[in-house]
């Protein structure tokens, strides 16, 4: 038996002998899964998520990965004009300087509802996303084809950028996790300087492999409809004809005598 400093005791264990050559075949398999468990463990040990750094998707992309929970912020919950920000959406939280949102009517929107900015130039960040989202994707639509979209994305496992020179679908993906989205209108420069305009998001999707999707939340009360009114009522009217019924045939009910 060993010591704590690596000697040998003056007491000693006995091992069964082997017998044939089958204990020696079953040690040596033994031996090789143990080294190969081994090898596996410093294998994840070494690996560094660094390398794991976010990377776009096109649509088809995005579809392919989504199939589980995704949650879609429409904007159609909103009115159209300024909105507070930092601005809570279905999805997560939006955060520049002046949102608002616009409608079919503006340059900047293609659909019903967009989120736009008064901020043309400054940042523009989509954060605190639900719990275990992996991915984010938007419609984006621009002002002005001179518009350069600069994106950064930061994910548990790094940082990556991109570039949106054209209206399109935007996706990116990071396993670890995301933490935010990113948006930089650089503009290009012309005769006259740089030039840039204001530009949307339609319809943020996010996707959490591990969430249980949510419906989106309804923005009326709920009322009860008439007929489940008029089954609360005669329930309650059978009740109480069932409590007379019983009353009275306690009342006539004869009195035994000892």
Not at 1 to 21: A, L, Q
Not at 70 to 78: A, I, N
Request: with cysteine; proline share 6%.
């Amino acid at each position: 038996m060993g010591t704590s400093d690596g000697s040998k005791s003056s007491s000693t264990v006995r091992r069964p002998k082997e017998r044939g050559g089958a204990m020696k075949i079953g040690r040596f398999f033994t031996k090789l899964l143990s080294t190969a468990l081994a090898s596996g463990v410093i294998g994840l040990a070494c690996y560094s998520p660094a390398h794991a750094i976010p990377i776009g998707l096109l649509e088809t992309g995005f579809d392919n990965i989504s199939g589980g929970a995704r949650f879609g912020e429409t904007f159609l919950g909103f009115s159209t004009g300024s909105v507070a920000s930092p601005l809570v959406t279905f999805n997560g939280t939006y955060r520049s300087d002046s949102p608002f949102i616009t409608d079919i009517s503006s340059s900047n929107c293609s659909s019903f509802r967009c989120l736009s900015d008064s901020f043309i130039s400054g940042p523009r960040t989509f954060d605190t996303f639900r719990p275990g989202t992996t991915a984010w994707a938007a419609d984006i639509t621009l002002g002005n084809t001179l518009d350069d979209i600069e994106i950064t994305v930061v994910g548990n496992s790094g940082i990556q950028f991109f570039d949106l020179l054209t209206p399109d679908f935007f996706g990116v993906t990071d396993p670890t996790g995301l933490v935010s989205v990113s948006f930089v209108n650089r503009g290009r420069t012309t005769s006259g300087g740089t030039a840039r305009s204001s530009y949307g998001f339609d319809t943020v999707i996010t996707f959490a492999p591990f969430a249980e999707p949510d419906p989106e939340p309804d923005l009326g009360a709920s009322v009860p409809e008439p007929g489940t009114l008029a089954l609360f009522g005669i329930g309650f009217v059978g009740l109480g004809y069932m409590r007379r019924r019983r009353k009275a045939a306690k009342l006539n009910s004869p009195i035994a005598v000892a």
